[in-house]
């Protein structure tokens, strides 16, 4: 049947392909379909002049970049940080949650002739295929379930089609990849890092049950490793890249990618500077600047939010750029090639992170992403790889969830 599904998802993306782009220069160029599984979104999204993406905003992605760069989907991400592990921790990353679900609502009614929703792999190959951008929704860090089970119908009824189980700190679902080591959480791959708890297995369940995709981006190994055993479906890594590669917490090693491949599932490779480069002198160089950044703002601490889409954080960050390159684009395929080469090329993918950190030299934003494909042409995928990479891979495993959840 995975067989079958992957076929008619090729099938399906070559005949879109020839559909919308026959007879234009395109034809040489762009994918079926271009989709981007992580793209954050701020907490005043829609809600400031700024932050309208309707019109030229200082985000990275807005519909404006999308249209021009070829960027046809993107999940936006409901993400909150971690807070205690209370009743008031819960219900404030609840309300979060919320504020982030509403604003990607006033996008799609604000601009229904230009981003329709997509809760089906279907829906967005339909959009592609009328013209339209597609906006899905993804969860990171289901600490924004508050604790309770219910609370994920809730986000599969407001269209969220992942959940990401953990972000940066443990909560209450399983370990993270990043513990808060400062404040005594174990360190990952301790003997304190205890993987899954039996409420992130209940989470595990039900989004099977509901056609949900499980993402393990940020969890820690051990964690990743309960989900393959938990999950009945395949799972995915929204945002990840490989450890072989560069070896940080984040990146997945060489047996976790065999592993969710082995499942089923795909591995979206991330474009974020610190999973593809280490450079030490350019992470204290911006840690510094978002202190001044801060201090000038009449702030005590930093705030990507707030500071983030500042002037002086541009001149600042344009000035470490001098000294401190950030990877290319060709130092992401270098990545996507070994998580091809490793997992398979069907179990491989594309996500950003724009806006959560995200951006290198030749992808800094959404109207750049056709370098992207002009760098894995340079590095000899084919164009029927290409398009599994940039879409084909992750519509299918989105199929394969729903039909398990349908059975």
């Not at 404040?183 to 039996?198: L, T, V, Y």
Request: net charge neutral.
């Amino acid at each position: 049947m995975r067989t079958m599904l992957r076929r008619l998802a090729c099938l399906t993306a070559l005949a879109l392909s020839g559909h919308v782009l026959a007879g234009t220069a395109l034809a040489q160029v762009d994918p079926p379909i271009t989709l981007d599984t992580h793209v954050d979104i701020p907490f005043t999204y829609m809600h400031e002049s700024r932050f309208d993406v309707g019109k030229a905003t200082p985000l990275l992605v807005d519909l404006g970049k999308m249209e021009r760069g070829g960027l046809n989907a993107a999940f936006f991400v409901i993400w909150v940080p971690q807070h205690k592990l209370d009743a008031a921790g819960y219900a404030k990353a609840v309300q979060q949650a919320e504020e982030k679900y509403d604003a990607i609502d006033d996008m799609l009614m604000t601009y229904p002739n230009r981003i329709r929703l997509a809760t089906t792999p279907a829906q967005a190959l339909a959009n592609r295929k009328a013209g339209l951008l597609s906006a899905m929704i993804g969860v990171e860090n289901a600490y924004s379930l508050g604790h309770d089970l219910h609370r994920l119908d809730a986000a599969y009824d407001r269209g969220a089609r992942y959940v990401g189980l953990v972000h940066v700190g443990n909560n209450d679902l399983c370990t993270s990849s990043l513990p808060d080591t400062e404040h005594g959480e174990r360190a990952m791959n301790s003997p304190g890092d205890h993987g899954m708890s039996d409420f992130g297995r209940a989470v595990v369940k039900r989004a099977n049950a509901l056609g949900i995709m499980v993402d393990i981006s940020h969890a820690s190994d051990r964690c990743v490793r309960d989900a393959l055993a938990v999950s009945t479906a395949p799972i995915i890594a929204s945002h990840s890249g490989a450890r072989a590669v560069l070896d940080h917490p984040r990146n997945l090693p060489d047996d976790l990618l065999r592993a969710i491949a082995a499942k089923g599932g795909v591995i979206q490779a991330v474009a974020y500077k610190e999973f593809l480069k280490k450079d030490s002198g350019r992470e204290a160089s911006e840690k510094k600047l978002q202190a001044q950044v801060a201090r000038a703002a009449g702030d005590a601490k930093y705030d990507s939010d707030k500071h983030d889409y500042l002037p002086a954080m541009a001149r600042g960050m344009a000035e470490i750029e001098k000294t401190f390159p950030l990877p290319t684009v060709d130092d992401y395929v270098k990545q996507i090639r070994h998580m091809v080469d490793v997992a398979g090329i069907d179990h491989v993918g594309i996500a950003s992170d724009f806006d959560g950190g995200g951006g290198i030299t030749g992808w800094t934003d959404a109207s750049q992403t056709r370098n992207v494909t002009a760098a894995l042409r340079r590095a000899g995928f084919s164009d029927g790889d290409i398009a599994k990479i940039w879409g084909g891979n992750l519509l299918r495993v989105w199929g394969e969830v729903e039909r398990d959840a349908g059975r």
